[in-house]
């Protein structure tokens, strides 16, 4: 299997040494070609002005004689300026031209590309017989040299004409004898110098590996030292030769010498310690020349090596896990030093390929390492992220600091700071943790992305921002939802919801003023949209943060009836909004003021139609059990309030201009009477129900569940209860609503005729109407004496104050009337 990857080495070995040859000897050959036409045309130049300028000379007194002084003549002098002015308006005519050529010539570019291969052969070498003589025949030659001394020492070695120590010294003498005559054909042959250099560098891996595999002239250990020597000579050469394929012949050399000794023992430790020498070696070669491709080829030969052997390390009965994180810890350092060391020495800036390397060798030391710690000390993933985080923090403050390289590698090295922090918060920690990090971080990068101005990292933080609340999601399902009894507001779920909402309020701060659309890939972001959005969202989640938490503690401490569970929350849901509003009334935009009417409309009819039946549930159950709290009934005086101040914001938004065009129809105000008298009756049936202090007796169950078993006693006691109920309420619709119903109606009739609105009158009429129409059809029946005079005294001297009202201010009903026909 060795000597299988070793050809293959090889292999590579000679194909990049030709094709980098090629391209160096293309280039010479252009390069004399050049310097070739330059001379020519340098001759031509200097030979031609010589007659020019004796003609000049011996042409100009004739022009100078005759003195032209006294002819001067003004006007045709300014007849030819004249007509300089319209050859300004041609010029401008030609830009056209220019343009229309400019577009013609794009389809012809992709042309090219159809060339045959021998046109471009034809191209790049248009000396055929300068690339045979001088490209293709120097190698052609070291192979066949390479090929006849090896057939040499071969036919000796079938003779027995050599032993094996000097098989082994033959092949050294012919290695220094190739290197020698490199040597000497370095200053004038620099192309077919590397290639005998390349040639005799094969010779010596080659004929060691001989001597230990087959000859045995010496143990692994020396074999291994003369091999080092070896790499580290190459190396010395390519710096000397400035010949970066030499660099790459060095290292693939240096890779392959493992398995040119290996004898399958399998110790890890030597090998991984050569490579670190090696990739030692590279670093010391990347000080002086910034050969990126020789640290590509170190990097990615170092990784596939160690993670292969890692991958098969895994699987044994006794991995050496303690091992591979100290080798995968070197070989990470060892990388990150040599990308940036030779930009520390020329103070230059970061290529592409060293930027990229910086950010894959971070993740794939990041891969080994939590490989290795999945089984073994899997409790400590978090901290080895953080600690990854943590140098890289250190690497760009060094860079900046100590050394003030480019920004773009220090802005490289912070982000990926920030995105190892990011991710040792779900390594290492649990829960809410995750969600109070994300939380910093987001606001974070999007001040480090204002203050650095890359554009990366407003989206990284749009990303972290997604990830925050999808993670409070998830902690608002496991926490509430948990067997753990959580402290009423000093608690972790509803913290760590004040800190994300304080989150997106920074973020909307750290955007300020800034309008710049900003672009990448797929992705746009619109500082303008996204301050909207944070402040939408920064509401709408303090808006459920309070709302989970304030029903989570009802159901711990009020019980889990429905009265109970939503008592609380519909208090906190219209104080939340009434706030809301509050501020949207401040603002008096257009919009804000829409969205104040949408949210008072809806919260009184919810309200109305919805919770109000909290209290009589409150009650019922009360009754029922003989005991319970007060807390629906006392608490829905605050909702009255809230909703009261709902109905202000609207009359008040609603007074001078309508905000909704709905507003000057006069089903409006219908609607809004209905919902007024609807909430005003049944607050009348909860008061009397309140005062009536209704009880269930013991007689009264006993009565009512004779013959039953005691297990339906619940069902008997929810008959009575509701029997009860209903005929309080029989009582006080028959009594009460009238002369509730009366003074409503004279309300609106007051209201009607103060604000000129004839439609509120015409509901007074009308409220009044059904009101008698109620009393002489419903109410005289089955209802005691006493309730019968009350309701006909009180809704009798009510309907004659209304008419009496209505006689003393007549002259303001027909004035109006006038001056709307008159309109």
């Known amino acids: 299997m060795e000597y299988i990857l070793l050809l293959v080495i090889i292999g590579m070995l000679f194909y990049i040494n030709s094709k980098l040859n090629s391209k160096i000897d293309t280039l010479s050959t252009t390069v004399e070609t050049l310097q070739s036409k330059l001379n020519r045309l340098l001759t031509m130049a200097s030979v031609k002005p010589n007659p020019a300028s004796s003609e000049k000379i011996s042409e100009a007194p004739p022009e100078k004689q005759p003195v032209k002084s006294s002819e001067v003549v003004l006007p045709p002098v300014s007849d030819k300026i004249t007509p300089i002015q319209p050859i300004v308006v041609k010029t401008s005519k030609p830009k056209s031209v220019v343009e229309k050529k400019v577009s013609i010539k794009a389809p012809i570019v992709p042309t090219p590309l159809k060339a045959s291969l021998w046109e471009r052969f034809k191209e790049q070498n248009p000396d055929l017989e300068k690339f045979i003589g001088e490209n293709l025949i120097n190698k052609i030659g070291i192979l066949i040299l390479v090929l006849g001394i090896s057939y040499f020492v071969k036919y000796a070695i079938d003779k027995d004409w050599i032993n094996e120590p000097a098989r082994v010294g033959i092949g050294i003498l012919a290695g220094s004898l190739i290197l020698a005559l490199a040597h000497k054909l370095q200053k004038k042959y620099a192309s077919f110098s590397s290639v005998l250099v390349a040639g005799a560098i094969a010779v010596f891996y080659f004929t060691i590996a001989i001597a230990f595999h087959e000859y045995k002239l010496f143990n692994q250990t020396v074999a291994f030292i003369i091999m080092v020597i070896i790499t580290a000579f190459s190396c010395l050469i390519s710096l000397s030769h400035n010949r970066m394929e030499l660099a790459i012949l060095s290292l693939i050399g240096g890779f392959a010498v493992p398995f040119m000794i290996s004898t399958g023992s399998g110790n890890y430790a030597v090998l991984f310690s050569y490579i670190a020498i090696l990739d030692i070696g590279i670093l010391i070669l990347a000080y002086f020349k910034k050969w990126n491709l020789v640290n590509i080829l170190a990097f990615a030969f170092t990784n596939v090596l160690f993670g292969g052997w890692l991958l098969k390390e895994m699987n044994t009965e006794a991995p050496h896990y303690l091992g591979a994180m100290i080798f995968a810890f070197v070989f990470y350092l060892i990388f990150v030093v040599t990308n940036i060391i030779n930009n520390i020495r020329t103070k230059g800036t970061f290529s592409k390929p060293q930027l990229a390397i910086l950010a894959i060798n971070s993740f794939i030391f990041y891969g080994f390492g939590m490989l290795v710690l999945s089984k073994y000390h899997s409790e400590l993933s978090g901290l080895f992220t953080a600690v990854l985080a943590s140098l890289n923090l250190v690497y760009a403050w060094v860079l900046f600091k100590k050394f003030g390289l480019d920004k773009t590698a220090v802005y490289l090295l912070i982000g990926l700071t920030l995105t190892f922090i990011t991710l040792a918060i779900p390594v290492q920690f649990e829960g ?392």
């Open 432 to 823: 809410n943790y995750i969600t109070l990090f994300w939380a910093a971080e987001a606001a974070l990068l999007m001040w480090l992305a204002k203050k650095s101005q890359i554009k990366s990292y407003r989206f990284a933080s749009v990303l972290v921002q997604s990830l925050m609340l999808l993670s409070l999601c998830i902690d608002w399902i496991l926490l509430y939802k948990g067997n753990d009894e959580l402290l009423i507001v000093f608690n972790p779920i509803f913290s760590t919801g004040i800190i994300v909402v304080a989150s997106l309020v920074v973020v909307r701060y750290i955007l300020g003023a800034e309008t710049e659309v900003l672009k990448k890939l797929n992705f746009v972001f619109n500082p303008v949209q996204y301050r909207k959005l944070m402040s939408t969202l920064s509401i709408l989640l303090g808006y459920f943060v309070g709302m989970f938490e304030i029903g989570y503690q009802s159901g711990m401490y009020l019980g889990s009836e429905t009265h109970s569970l939503y008592t609380l929350p519909v208090l906190y849901h219209l104080l939340f909004t009434a706030v809301v509003a509050f501020f949207l009334h401040r603002k008096k935009t257009d919009l804000s003021l829409k969205i104040l009417n949408v949210i008072a409309i809806g919260n009184i009819l919810a309200y109305t139609f919805l919770f109000f039946n909290l209290p009589f549930m409150e009650q019922k159950y009360n009754i029922s059990m003989g005991q319970g709290s007060q807390v629906s009934y006392y608490v829905h005086y605050l909702s009255l309030g809230l909703v009261t101040y709902f109905g202000y914001l609207l009359y008040k938004t609603n007074e001078k201009n309508k905000v909704f065009s709905l507003a000057n129809h006069g089903l409006f105000i219908w609607g809004a009477a209905f919902v007024l008298v609807y909430l005003v009756s049944f607050e009348l049936i909860l008061q009397g129900i309140q005062l009536m202090d209704l009880q269930l007796t013991s007689a009264m169950i006993t009565e009512h569940s004779s013959g039953f078993s005691d297990s339906s006693t619940f069902y008997h006691k929810q008959y009575l209860t509701s029997n009860l109920i209903s005929e309080a309420k029989f009582n006080i619709i028959k009594t009460g609503l009238p002369v509730l119903w009366g003074v409503l109606a004279f309300i609106f009739l007051i209201l009607g005729i103060k604000k000129q609105l004839k439609t509120l009158r015409i509901i007074a009429l009308s409220l009044l109407g059904i009101t008698i129409v109620k009393l002489f059809t419903y109410d005289i029946s089955n209802v005691s004496e006493t309730g019968k005079i009350i309701a006909f005294i009180l809704l009798g001297g009510l309907i004659l104050v209304i008419s009496f009202v209505y006689q003393k201010i007549k002259v303001l009903v027909i004035d109006e009337d006038k001056t709307t026909k008159h309109e």
